[in-house]
């Protein structure tokens, strides 16, 4: 599988950012696979921050974002996204879209809060 993150930026706290993910791959299949957009900050420890079902009809969020971040996914176009609201500094990190559990980690989107 290949994933690929964009959309990181930089952007004032307060601020809002939209991140995506294209998934490919011949043996693998978007549509049958749970999804998480997963966060790792400088010193921390990778955690997950928004997971979505395989057909999209359910989510679920770490309490850090929850009600500010909202999690989609595109079957048709093998893209899933991540809209950010409200965002504050400690957001800033570098985001990696994977399965549910996760594979091997592609590079990922940077995003800076700035206060």
């Known amino acids: 599988v290949q994933l690929v993150e964009s959309g990181g930026a930089l952007v004032q706290a307060g601020g809002s950012l939209r991140l995506s993910c294209a998934a490919s791959g011949s043996a693998f299949t978007f549509s049958s696979n749970n999804m998480g957009w997963y966060r790792q900050a400088p010193g921390k420890q990778r955690e997950l921050v928004a997971a979505?079902?395989?057909?999209?009809?359910?989510?679920d969020y770490a309490d850090s974002v929850k009600g500010r971040f909202t999690v989609s996914r595109d079957n048709t176009k093998n893209m899933m996204y991540l809209r950010m609201n409200r965002l504050k500094p400690e957001d800033t990190a570098t985001y990696y879209c994977?399965?549910?559990?996760?594979?091997?980690w592609s590079q990922g989107t940077q995003v800076t809060v700035s206060s």
């Open positions: 979505i079902t395989a057909p999209g009809d359910n989510t």
């Open positions: 994977n399965t549910l559990p996760p594979r091997s």
